[in-house]
């Protein structure tokens, strides 16, 4: 997407990919070539808008992800259980002290 000059005039182009082959869209002077541009901006804006909040929703997540495995462990653990080797949780064995 890109302003260009060929000659005296100048033109606005779009690239883009058709079945994995890059094609490149001419779309003229004037009004009509100002309005794609000004389309093409403001898409391009939003996109990159709802990528930062994709980025701010996946660490919020991430952080209660956190949150819910130390409390899960912590709950376990309370309980008596153990993680060997990062295998499954086992409950302790209890030695009993002979009479």
Known sequence: MSWETGGNCRYY???RRINGKVVREYLGTGE?????AAADL?????EAEERADRARLAAALAKLDALADLSFRAAL?????HQH????????RVTRIPD
């Open 85 to 92: 080797a990062r295998g499954p949780w086992r409950k302790r």
């Open 77 to 81: 653990e309370a309980a008596g259980y």
């Open 32 to 36: 009509s070539a100002e309005r794609a």
């Open 42 to 46: 403001a898409r391009r804006q939003r």
């Open 13 to 15: 182009t779009r690239t």
